[in-house]
Every structure is written in structure tokens, then in C-alpha cells.
């Protein structure tokens, strides 16, 4: 799904009732290999005139202030990896009021424009740093962003993060993003089967990243309608390699509060426990 906003402009329906409220929790591990954590996740309520940072679970009002959220998995050496998904996250809070005011001048013939520019000044950083100190050369981190309205959910990304989305009315746990490696290619075009690309040895190399040199990036970018009881769930590849789609849909339908304090926790320890070989991450997001 990559909607172009001139083709694929949604219509919003009157008689839809608006999500009022979003509750949300998160969870980072950094497995049992890896000797840091190099996943950095993020929340923000804003306006065109404030932001405030959230913490790992909670509770906004929709109706008052937009909210975002983003995973970023780092790469890069030393702590080269850690650092560059830190200041992905400290950028997207400081660009999200301005993208707040661009967007409220149109939000549907722009929120395109506005995402692309925001991971764009993402990329900008992150280059700079790392053609500027040693210590940063080659840093990259992926990014999966969602931006949550009361009608509206918002989304960019790059790299093999991912976003889910598991409607309150019913249906299959379904992924929005694409994966943006050699191997997801392969899966999307037919070439190899669910089992293969999960067991393939290149399924981590990347073909997109923020950082790392790359002169170019282009994000996807989507929309999708944020309903009332619909979940969302933000992860790092880590959390995917550990557990299939199926059980972490199972584990969403089966709490009654499923973004609970301890329901992100839950899914990262299944992970660890069942491969636990990167950082892993979880982010749950449910609109009431």
C-alpha cells in the first residue's frame, strides 16, 4: 500500500462517528544477544503551538491535540546505531507542530507533503552527522511514523519496521508497510513463500534506510481510517523474527485491555524468548 494523496484521497464519511480517545503502550528489549539497544520508540501529543512527549503507556484526548508515534531500529558501529534512532525521534519532536499547521490548511491534498518533508529533514540529520564525526559514519535507522487525527491514521516509513492494523470491526491482523529489503520484494512479487523469506539469511539487509550516505530517500506513505475500537501495533524487526503474525493477532484479540501496561511487554518477552537474536520492540496503539 503506497496511496498517492491525488489518486487515493480518502473521503470522510459524516455519519462516522470520530475516534475521541487513544490509549497506548510500548515496550524495548535489547534481546539476548546484542549488548545495547539500538530501537528507540516515541509518543507526542501536539498542536501547531506545543508538544509534549508521552511516556511508555497512557491515555489522550483526540479531540484537543493530534498524537504520533514511531519506532526506529539504528544501525551503524559502536554506538553509531543507538545515536542515529535517538535523533530520529528528538527531530520527528520538533517537526511535528510545523507539520500540525501545514497539514491544517488541507490535511488530505497534503499530509503527502508534509510526511515527505518531515522524513526528509530526518535523512538531512542524520547524513550531516555522519559525514561530519567519525564516531557517526555510516549510522542509519529505519522509521515507522504514525500520525493519529480524530478521523485519520497517517503513516510514513522507511526500512523493515513495521505498522499493523487490526480493525475493531473484525477482520485479518493486516500489515501496512512494506519491507523494504531484497527479501520482502521477493515475498510481495511471489518468488518465495511466508516460510522462506522468515528463514531467507539476507532478510535483515536493507534497501532503504535514513542516513548512512544515501543521496535519496523515498518513504511510503499512506492513510488509513482510524475507527473506534481499531488497533495499531509499531515494531522493530526484532518482535516479527520471534513471532509470526498470527500469534501476535491472537495475543491483540485476546486481552480485553490490549494496550494494558503490560500487553506490549507480553509480546516482546514471547519474542526474546523465541529468538531474541536483535533489539526488540513494541508499540500498541487502540482508539475508543
Known amino acids: ?160 519496521s513495521r505498522i499493523y492494523h487490526l480493525p475493531g470491526s473484525g477482520g485479518p491482523l493486516r500489515q501496512l508497510t512494506q519491507d523494504d529489503t531484497h527479501v520482502g520484494w521477493l515475498l510481495r512479487n511471489g518468488q518465495i513463500n511466508e516460510r522462506e523469506a522468515r528463514t531467507h539469511p539476507r532478510r535483515s539487509v536493507l534497501q532503504k534506510a535514513l542516513g548512512a550516505g544515501n543521496q535519496f530517500v523515498d518513504p511510503q506513505l499512506g492513510v488509513v481510517g482510524a475507527e473506534p475500537g481499531d488497533l495499531f501495533l509499531l515494531c522493530t524487526d526484532g518482535l516479527v523474527d520471534g513471532i509470526r503474525d498470527e500469534l501476535i493477532a491472537d495475543q491483540l484479540r485476546g486481552e480485553p485491555d490490549p494496550t494494558g501496561p503490560d500487553v506490549a511487554r507480553r509480546l516482546v518477552d514471547l519474542s526474546v524468548a523465541s529468538s531474541g537474536k536483535d533489539n526488540t520492540t513494541a508499540l500498541i496503539v487502540r482508539l475508543s
Request: charged share 20%; with cysteine.
Open 1 to 160: 500500500m503506497n496511496p498517492d494523496s491525488s489518486q487515493n484521497r480518502p473521503v470522510i464519511d459524516p455519519d462516522r462517528p470520530p475516534s475521541g480517545r487513544v490509549t497506548w503502550s510500548a515496550c524495548t528489549d535489547r534481546g539476548r544477544v546484542r549488548a545495547g539497544n539500538e530501537d528507540s520508540f516515541l509518543g507526542v501529543r501536539f498542536d501547531g503551538r506545543e508538544i509534549q512527549r508521552l511516556g511508555r503507556h497512557g491515555e489522550s484526548n483526540l479531540e484537543t491535540m493530534d498524537v504520533a508515534f514511531a519506532v526506529c531500529d539504528g544501525m551503524g558501529g559502536a554506538l553509531a546505531g543507538e545515536f542515529a534512532s535517538r535523533v530520529a525521534v528528538e527531530k520527528i519532536s520538533g517537526l511535528m507542530p510545523r507539520a500540525f499547521h501545514q497539514a491544517a490548511q488541507g490535511l488530505h491534498a497534503g499530509y503527502t507533503d508534509v510526511l515527505s518533508e518531515l522524513v526528509t529533514q530526518v535523512h538531512r540529520a542524520l547524513t550531516y552527522l555522519g559525514q561530519s564525526y567519525e564516531e557517526c559514519a555510516g549510522m542509519q535507522t529505519t522509521l515507522s511514523l504514525a500520525w493519529f487525527t480524530p478521523h485519520w491514521m497517517y503513516f510514513a516509513h522507511v526500512g523493515d
